[in-house]
């Protein structure tokens, strides 16, 4: 018996490659095999997110965000000015309510620490409306609106544009998951589920507890926005906005204290959640981290 070549050592590798990308492609899964039965995502037709709807575009599903006035600096009542166009390239003027507002605007800078939520009124074809922006930095303005001839009322269309305030800055680290947050005001709002990572693309229920200053159970809360709360998400990272849907109908009495919220997060990551709530008479706003995936 002749000794083995080199040659003979090449063919035979070269085969066991081509064996190996045989035996990967014979088993790779058809596309309706695609997931595993525990892979599936486990979410309702109401909750599915529309796509792109995240606020990381200035046009989407047809419509568009065309600046008219940009925050350029630091102070108490900012203008902005937009217009939203439509498919038809028009200016739009109507929508449908949305948690008893047409449009809802939201600015927030990279690292969490700014966070408006403002209605913007019409003025024309032009929506207007003043940001309280006290320190200089990144920014990221939403606006979120339903429009009139949707086929899924439940997901708003969210268009987003960055900004700049320039100057000094001061920034400060996105806390990271901790469970709980303290208002401006004195209360304490805590997730039931404290810093359990939420799964990636499952449909869940978010708890709040709320106390007041004096560590009380918050029973009731003053009707917000047409609902016992209003909550939106960031996305640390990527600045994603993610609207969260209040569970209990308006004027429900909180068993434990607890606001809860209909949630569906597509990016694993940590984000920032803004709770608005009212009681007292004023409205509040706790920002809490968590985690998904």
Avoid: C
């Avoid at 490659?17 to 486990?42: D, E, N, W, Y």
């Avoid at 913007?120 to 200089?136: E, F, S, V």
């Avoid at 987003?160 to 947050?181: E, L, N, Q, R």
Wanted: glycine share 8%; hydrophobic share 40%.
């Amino acid at each position: 018996m002749r000794k083995p070549r080199l040659t003979d050592w090449l063919f035979l590798a070269l085969a066991m490659v081509i064996g190996v990308f045989a035996v990967s492609v014979a088993l790779r899964p058809t596309p309706g095999s695609a997931h595993s039965a525990h892979q599936q995502p486990v979410v309702t037709a109401d909750l599915l997110p529309a796509a792109h709807s995240d606020g990381l575009s200035e046009a989407e599903r047809g419509y568009r965000f065309e600046r008219i006035t940009t925050p350029a600096t630091r102070g108490p009542e900012v203008p902005v000015a937009f217009r939203i166009l439509g498919p038809d390239g028009r200016p739009v003027t109507r929508f449908l309510d949305n948690q008893t507002k047409q449009l809802h605007f939201f600015a927030v800078r990279d690292d969490m620490n700014v966070f408006q939520h403002v209605h913007p009124t019409l003025d024309g074809d032009i929506w207007r409306t003043n940001l309280a922006l006290a320190d200089g930095g990144a920014y990221r303005m939403f606006a979120e609106f339903v429009p009139l001839d949707t086929k899924d009322p439940k997901h708003p269309v969210v268009l987003g544009v960055p900004f700049t305030v320039p100057g000094d800055t001061t920034f400060v680290p996105v806390p990271a998951p901790t469970g709980d947050a303290v208002t401006s005001t004195g209360y304490r709002v805590a997730r039931a589920d404290g810093t359990t990572p939420i799964p990636l693309m499952r449909a869940q229920v978010l708890r709040f507890a709320l106390r007041a200053p004096d560590g009380a159970l918050v029973t009731a809360v003053d009707p917000h926005l047409g609902a016992n709360g209003h909550m939106t998400g960031f996305h640390t990272m990527l600045l994603s906005a993610t609207h969260l849907h209040p569970v209990q109908p308006v004027g429900t009495a909180l068993v434990n204290g607890e606001l809860t919220f209909h949630s569906l997060f597509s990016e694993r990551g940590e984000y920032r959640l803004f709770l608005e709530f009212s009681h007292g008479g004023r409205v509040h706003t706790a920002a809490i981290t968590v985690a998904v995936g």
